[in-house]
């Protein structure tokens, strides 16, 4: 399979549970497409115990946009740059994030 939409799509398809279920989704996807053995016992506890990946990130895009804890210059500068291209694309907008 290639391209990350590609085979999010092919595991949806194909595990009905993975629709409703990111935690599973990606389970699922480092598993089948990145090729990583995951025991057992961390499918359960991610599944059941763990915090949402996205919500993670999501608190550590306020704290960075607050100006605290920022990524290393070389992390700014990509953001930046898809930021303006973003930008020159979609009319100015900036993306919601």
């Not at 480092?30 to 025991?39: E, Q, R, T």
């Not at 599944?47 to 608190?59: C, D, G, K, S």
């Not at 210059?73 to 930008?87: G, P, Q, S």
């Amino acid at each position: 399979m290639k391209g990350v939409y590609t085979c999010v799509r092919y595991i949806l398809a194909h595990y009905p549970n993975a629709r409703s279920n990111d935690k599973l989704l990606m389970l699922i996807y480092w598993k089948m497409v990145d090729g990583i053995d995951i025991p057992k016992e961390f499918w359960y506890a991610f599944l059941h115990r763990a915090t949402p990946p996205e919500t993670i990130r999501r608190a550590r895009q306020k704290i960075q946009e607050a100006g605290d804890y920022l990524p290393d210059k070389e992390t700014l500068e990509k953001r930046r740059k898809l930021e303006e291209a973003y930008r020159r694309t979609f009319g100015g907008k900036k993306p919601n994030t």
